[in-house]
Every structure is written in structure tokens, then in C-alpha cells.
């Protein structure tokens, strides 16, 4: 796993999915088959919002309406980082992808796939949520969250990704971050390159 496959997952895992096994290419805009994709050299933020936005594009409408919350979620990342001060240098990109994605067509997510890595990683989410109702504070929630080390950095982005608010993500990813080495790099890697 990348950045870029981190970056999507955590916004949209099941988007995130169809970047697994992808061949990379450089080219002139996102391109985005079954086997490849193509990336153009650009600020990594933007990259990763005009990749979920390739990819979106390229499903069918079924798909696309079971991701309608993820589509929102993507918006929302573009609001955070134009309103960062990452926002000067990604404005261009952001403001208007059509100028920045090729159209690309027939990909689409494999949701049996997916049922079957959800099912490995709800008892944690269940775990989780115990730990914190038997828990009186964030310290003690994090002592009582060390079981997340088990988990790969895969399975610790798809946890994120089914918490069911973003009060619950922040302490699905706080978990992570203290006690899931593979997690915690990565996370360092990603917010690197989000800041160039």
C-alpha cells in the first residue's frame, strides 16, 4: 500500500479497493482502467481527491448510489484542504477536475469482496465501542484499545472506514495511532506527502 491507497481508503474504502494490484503510470490526467491508472505530477492532496473522483465516475449507476455518502466524504476532504493553507496550490485542481481526469469507464466494486473483509473487522469495531462505554476517560480508552495491533494496516483503514460518525472515526484513529505500529508509519508517510 501507497499513500495515494491510503489517502482514498480513508475516505472511501471501498473506492480505495479498485487502486489495489494497479499498475502506476505517469501521464497528463488521472486515467483510470482495471489495470491501470495513470497519474499526473501534481500536488498529492489534489491527486488523491481527482482519483477518488476518476473512479467514482468510472462506475456504474448501482455503485454509484450505494457510494452517494462517500461522493459527500470526498467533497468534504476538498473543503478541508481549501481551506487549509495547502489551499493557495490546490485550488486549480480542485475547482475544476474535469480538467484534470480522462474519462474512464466499466470499473466496479467487487461488494461480495468486501462483505468478507467486513466481517473480520466488525468484532474489533464491537470491542472498540465496549471499550469505551467501560471506559471514564480518553487515557483509559486508549489503555484499553491495545488489541488494534493485531490488526493489518488494510484492516485498520476499513475499521475507520465503518465507524459510525466522525466523533467515532477520530477515536477508531486514535486507537490506531498509538498502538498499531504499520498504522502509525504510514499515517506519518501520508500527511508527508499531503504537505508536499
Request: glycine letters at 8%; hydrophobic letters at 35%.
Amino acid at each position: 500500500m501507497d499513500e495515494l491507497e491510503f489517502c482514498l481508503k480513508s475516505i472511501s474504502y471501498p473506492l480505495g479497493m479498485l487502486l489495489e494490484g494497479k499498475e502506476r503510470r505517469k501521464g497528463e490526467s488521472v486515467k483510470v482502467s482495471t489495470e491501470t491508472i495513470t497519474l499526473p505530477d501534481i500536488p498529492f492532496g489534489a491527486l488523491c481527491y481527482l482519483v477518488g473522483v476518476a473512479i467514482f465516475d468510472a462506475l456504474d449507476e448501482v455503485d454509484k448510489r450505494r457510494l452517494e455518502a462517500d461522493y459527500k466524504g470526498l467533497n468534504e476532504f476538498k473543503k478541508k484542504l481549501l481551506s487549509s493553507k495547502l489551499g493557495g496550490s490546490l485550488r486549480q485542481y480542485m475547482t475544476s477536475p474535469g480538467r484534470f481526469i480522462s474519462p474512464s469507464s466499466g470499473l466496479s466494486i467487487d461488494w461480495l469482496e468486501f462483505q468478507r473483509r467486513k466481517e473480520k473487522v466488525v468484532p474489533y469495531l464491537k470491542k472498540l465501542r465496549d471499550s469505551l462505554e467501560a471506559s471514564g476517560n480518553r487515557r483509559e480508552y486508549l489503555e484499553r484499545s491495545s488489541f488494534v495491533d493485531e490488526l493489518t494496516l488494510d484492516q485498520g483503514l476499513l475499521l475507520g472506514y465503518l465507524a459510525k460518525d466522525e466523533k467515532e472515526k477520530e477515536l477508531v484513529n486514535s486507537a490506531l495511532g498509538k498502538h498499531n505500529h504499520e498504522y502509525r508509519e504510514m499515517a506519518k508517510r501520508y500527511f508527508k506527502a499531503l504537505q508536499g
